[in-house]
Nanobody, 128 residues
Framework: QVQLVETGGGLVQVGASLRLSCAASGRTFTSYTMAWFRQAPGKEREFVAS???????????YYGDSVKGRFTISRDNAKNTVSLRMNNLKPEDTAVYYC??????????????????WGQGTLVTVSS
């Protein structure tokens, strides 16, 4: 079972940027699909972004419609970390952000129910 630990949440102003990081344990991190989801109070968990391994060093990135063009997911396989760079933050981005991992190859990581492991979450609050 992979262990995931998120860091980087906090309180920011509208329009600010923030970077979340997720440290993962596990010997085969390279092939994991890594994803970020978020959950705002009273709402369902929402897909934010993911990276799926294809072959060699090729990864495909996917984004939720509400964050396209503002958020960027990246990973450092040497450090077993995945990051989420969030730009131009809006009040509606306020949520607990979760890092998730999927062990099976070929899964794009967009569906929360398919993910195998979850971090504890980190709170992002965007104040207007």
């Amino acid at each position: 079972q992979v262990q995931l630990v998120e860091t980087g949440g906090g309180l920011v102003q509208v329009g600010a940027s923030l970077r979340l990081s997720c440290a993962a344990s596990g010997r085969t991190f390279t092939s994991y699909t890594m994803a970020w989801f978020r959950q705002a109070p009273g709402k369902e968990r929402e897909f934010v972004a993911s990276m799926r391994w294809s072959a060699g060093s090729v990864y495909y990135a996917y984004y939720g419609d509400s964050v396209k063009g503002r958020f960027t997911i990246s990973r450092d396989n040497a450090k077993n970390t995945v990051s989420l760079r969030m730009n131009n933050l809006k009040p509606e981005d306020t949520a607990v952000y979760y890092c998730a991992a999927e062990y099976r190859r070929g899964v794009d990581g967009k569906v929360a129910e398919e993910m195998d492991a979850w971090g504890q979450g980190t709170l992002v609050t965007v104040s207007s």
